[in-house]
Each structure stands twice: as C-alpha cells, then as structure tokens.
C-alpha cells in the first residue's frame, strides 16, 4: 500500500497501526527511512505512546556495537535506513533469523526521496528484503508512504516490485493558501559575457522575512543551502536591527501582506529591539534537543522567524505557522507543496512565496503559474533495470543466500542477461544448485548506493591532516582539480594538488579573490537508438551514448566582478560515462534558411541545449546537476545538427528516457522559458548554464527561439 497525501495529513498514523498491531500480534516491523535524523524522531516519537511490549530501536551506523546484538535478539520494531539494509541486516540475515521470521510490516517511510540512481539501488535493496523474507518464511506487507505523488502506486510498484494499492484521498481540515510568486529584479551588476544579473533570491528572501517578521508573521523561509540559512537569517536580523536603531531609511523593497490569521499580534515599537532576536537559522547537524527547542519557541511564538534548509523536512514538526517563503524552485511540485504545507495547518489561512533564483526553470515557473497550479505532481523517476545497479545487487543477494531461476523473477527481466556477464567477469559462479558469490570481499561493496561509480576522493587539510570531507569520484575532476577554490561549509580553501591516484585532494585555507570554473571537452558517440519518432522537420531518439568528458583548463574569474582572469591548463585523464539520452535532429534542408538569414547555428543549439537541461526536472524528478548535454551543428554520427542530453550516471537513470517520452511539452517549456525571459542576449535565467563546460561560450538567444520554433513547427 502506498499513503501519498500531504504534509501533516495523517500518514505516520495511517503506518503505524498496522505496524503496531504487527508488534502486538507478537511480529516484527521494520521501519525504513533515508535519513538517520529521522529515524531518531520516529523512536522517539514511537516510545512516547508507551505500546505495551513494543521494543523499538534504531539500528544504523551510530548504534554502538555493543547494543546491537540486543537489538538483532530482541527488539520487535526496527528503525534503519536503506544503506544500513544494504550492508548490515541482509548480509547478516543470519543473525536476524528471528526477526524475518516474525515479520509482518515494513514502512518505507519518505519513499519519494528514492529517485533516479539511489532510488534504483534501493528497489534492488528492497527485493533482496523481500527474497530474505521468504527464505525465512515469512511475506511481509510494504507500507510507504510520501508527499504526493503522481501516479504513486505505478511508483510504489516500481520500487517493490509489488502489487500496490493507493491511498491518495486527503481529508485533514485546511485552511487557504495565498500563493504569491516573486521575481526578483534585474540589476546593474554584469556577469559572464555582459549578461544582466538578478539580485540573488536568498537577498530577496532576506528581506520578505524581516517585513514579515515586523508585521508579527510566524514565517519560515526554505533555502538551498546551510550558507544561505545563516546569511538568510543573519541579513534579515541585520535589516530589522537598522530598523530598531532607526538607521533605516530605505523603503523595503516590497511588503506582502498575508491574509489575517490569528498570528501573534504586530510587534509593537517597545519590542522592536528584540525583534532581530527572534530570527533564527536551522539547518542539518543540529541535536535532537536543539531541534526540539526551535520547535517549542516557533510555536510558542518566541522565535517569529527561522531561515532553513529542507533538513526541517526530515526531522523538525513544525506546524502553525502563517507565512512560508521558498527561496527557489525546490526541484519538484511535490517538495513546493510539501514545504508550502509547513504554513497553517490547523486550518487557517496562510501565505506561501516562491522567490525565483537566476536559472532557466524558476524564470519560466514565476511567468508560467499554469505551470504550478491545478497541475498533478511529478513522476518520481527510476530505473532498477539499470545494469550498472541490477549487476552489483545481484552479486549481493548471491552471497545472501545463492540465487536460483526462481529468484530471477524478483529481479526483473533483465536479471538474466546482467547475471550471464556477471558470470563472464567472474564474480558469480553458475553451480547446478544456482549462481554463486565466490570471491573474499563483501559483495555489498560493488554497490556505491548514494554516489555515482568509483571511490570518493578525499578533501584533506594539508597543514592539519584534517578530512574536509568528500567529493564523487564523478565530479572530482570538476570540483577539487588542482588550483580549483573549494568551498566547504562557508569556508574558503584552495586546492594545492588532486592526486587521483591516491583519492585525495590537499587543500589549504585561503582567501583568494576569485573563483575558478573548469572547462572540459565532451565528446558523445550513439551507441544505439533504442526509440525514435519524427518531431517536426527532424527526429527524437533515446538511446545509448558514450560521453568522453576530458577537464583541459579552469578558468579564474574575479569574485565580485566576474571579470575573467586567465586560463590555467590542466593535466586531467578523459573519463567515459555508457549512459542514456535523448536527441533530437534537424536535417540541412530545416535549417538552412536559418543560417542564411545569418543566424549562428551552433550558438542556437548550444542555448537550447543549456535551457532545456534546465528545464527537464520539471517532468522528471531530477535537477540539472544529474543531466548533461552536447550540442553541434553537425554531428559526426547522426549528421546534422543534434543536441543531446543525458543521464550524468553510468546506465542512466530514466531522467533521458522521461524527457524522450514528455518531449514535446518539455520543448515547448523551454522555447516559452527563453521567450520569456526579458534579458537581450541571453542571462543565467534563460541560456546561461553555471555548469558550462565551454564557458557559456557561444550561445544565440533569437537562434535558438528560431530553432526551437523550426523543431515544434511553430511560426517562430
Ligand atoms: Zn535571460
Ligand atoms: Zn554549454
């Protein structure tokens, strides 16, 4: 059964009857979450309804080995997260005979934060449950449960593999939400190639909190990152204080006044002073205590303000409150309404802002609200076929208990295949009795569930020895290469060498006075076009590619100007990525007035290409920094103008396949995104990409509207 209704609909209840009355019954329930935080807020939620005979415990990485074995014995409610599953409870099933044997419930809890690579993995994780359940004779019913969704039991299916009924009728009292979308201004600063810039979304939020805040709004502001929540919160208290001390002569640059809920009542002049004191900052890493005091002083009104990451997502309850200011598109309509669903929840009316950064899809969804509004939610997006992610579970579930033709089944149609090469690498070994894992290491580490292929590099603090932390292999050559500024956590550090052959990049503190941008050379080959129809004069496919991706140089640019300062080449190996994509065409005969009337063909396709990768995750459930694109004028394998975009994981990971299957709505999207962006030229809200590997370089805005108006057969 899948639960996909909102925020604070009911849906922990609706799971855990079932998974009580399991424990009463004398079974077992496991409860599955992507997050360890929230895993601590379930048990400590579970064991203040005092069940008689529930013994539950969280059992993940930071459970300390000498209570596990208590826990595998005897506890009946078992709190964990799909890595834990992946590389603890089932190669250890052994050891948790009683446990499968009793179960009854599984609670997969925020399953739509199992999307694209890490949601395939753990759909295979979920099989190898299912088939270590049966071993020990027992078939327990999946419970999930997730914002809304659309079509969430062809999802739920997908990731079980299990016939799924839905829950989707959402019936929690709910007052009105005022939706208010917020574009912030063009300003006189110039960035790269001229192009106008907007003032920054998290500035613009700033200010809306602290009008919001004097106005006595409880108001909580959702922004992308734990930098963003401090600076958010810390100008915001900055603004209010000027005010307070009567510096502040500026008008503000916009007042939004909410519908009037019952709200704590207008700050008076003798409170003014503690106003900036009832702004806070939250983000992830903070300790249970922490978090619940934050959620008594929002409640209780003490605290008017909170700047946050979505980390209040998964872990804080915060209800009741009047305003929500999202600053950015936060990936999904499912997470806008999961985020919007924060402001009143007891019924009452409420106000929720989306403020738009400077990218191609937040420009197109403040000018498109049909776009928002009255429209299902998102796919979630995955694909367990995967080979790259099917073969290393395979191996996996082999040492688990060997695998037989029966289990084939579970694993779905292309098991077979994936296991015949599995055997030709020598990984499993074909014994009348079934495959076999045969080699000395764990089976579990071929499988990076939540990284992208390969061993993460180390970011290390040469003077101290320090482990900054740690980048995917995948995104090392772009991020920590030699000379590269690396920031972590607000601080500036400097990348002195990236040895790729130890895994490591030293890096020291700095404060240098620019920020560099890598610039590569990609090249795609088609490898096979599984699907193709025609799309106006040209062609779309989806297929297989090979992307040989190779960083050459970085480039510095000044920090407050962006004014460039010189290449610096570098000495990187090219790196080859077997995924998917989908192309589209345009045949000479197409395009061949456009070049006449002067137009520069490839800058029009590399500006389509740049907008509609930023596009796409609004029909699959993925953002720009998990797709990838090539462009050109004349590609050598399909000879004509081609532009690509793919899946940034090895074996893809269904987003290419989305676009192929949407392309037409997803085109047309993106010719309205740069239409409507009011920029001459082109800017980072249209066809600028911050991931540009030629450095934003050339790109045509009136070419690609007329390319893109050739390719949907518009009068363009
Ligand atoms: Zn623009
Ligand atoms: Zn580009």
Known sequence: MIIATGT???????????????????????????????AADQLRALEALDVPGLRAAAYDGDTPYEERAWIRRHANYVLTNPDMLHRGLLPGHARWSGFWRRLRTVVVDECHGYRGVFGSHVAQILRRLRRVCTRYGSSPVFVLASATASDPGAFATRLTGLQ????????SPRGSITFALWEPPLTDLRG????????????????????????????????????????????????????????FSRPSPGMVTPPPPSRTAPASLTSLADLPGRIAAYRAGYLAEERRGLERALRSGDLLGLATTNALELGVDVSGLDAVLIAGWPGTRASLWQQAGRAGRAGQDALAVLIARDDPLDTYLVHHPEALFGRPVEAIVLDPGNPYVLGPHLCAAAAEIPLTEEDLEIFGPTSKEVLASLVGDGLLRRRPSGWFWTRRERATDLADIRGSGGAPVQVVELSTGCLLGTVDESSAH????????????????????????????????????YTTFARDVTEIS?????????????????GSVEVTRQVVSYLKRRLQ????????????????????AVWWTL?????????????????????AEHASIGMLPLFATCDRWDIGGVSTELHADTGMLTVFVYDGHEGGAGFAERGF?????????????????????GCPSCIQSPKCGNGNEPLDKAGALRLLAVLLSMNG
């Open 8 to 38: 604070a609909s009911g849906k922990s209840l609706a799971y855990q009857v079932p998974a009580l009355s399991s424990v009463l019954d004398g079974g077992t329930a496991l409860y599955l979450t992507p997050t360890k935080a929230l």
């Open 164 to 171: 799924t009924a839905e829950v989707t009728t959402d019936a």
């Open 192 to 247: 790269e190639g001229g192009a106008p810039v907007r003032r920054p979304a998290a500035a613009e939020t700033a200010d809306l909190l602290a009008d919001l805040v004097l106005d006595g709004t409880r108001t909580l502001a959702f922004v992308r990152s734990r930098r963003a929540a401090e600076s958010v919160a810390l100008s915001a208290r900055a603004r209010l204080s000027d005010l307070a001390s009567g510096m």
């Open 478 to 513: 772009t991020t920590v290469h030699t000379g590269a500024v690396y920031v972590h956590q607000g601080e500036t550090f400097l990348v002195t060498e990236l040895d790729l052959e130890a895994g490591v990049a030293l890096v020291e503190a700095g404060t240098p006075d």
């Open 526 to 542: 088609v490898l096979e076009s599984f699907r193709s129809h025609p799309l106006g004069p040209g062609e779309l496919h989806f």
């Open 561 to 580: 100007s962006g004014e460039p300062l010189g290449d610096e080449a570098l000495d990187l190996p090219p790196r080859t990525l077997r995924t998917r």
């Open 587 to 607: 045949p000479a005969s197409a395009i061949s007035p456009l070049a006449e009337a002067g137009l520069d063909l490839g800058g029009a396709a590399h500006a």
């Open 661 to 681: 299957s949407r392309a037409l709505e997803w085109l047309t999207a993106t010719r309205e995104a740069i239409a409507s962006c009011e920029c001459e030229r």
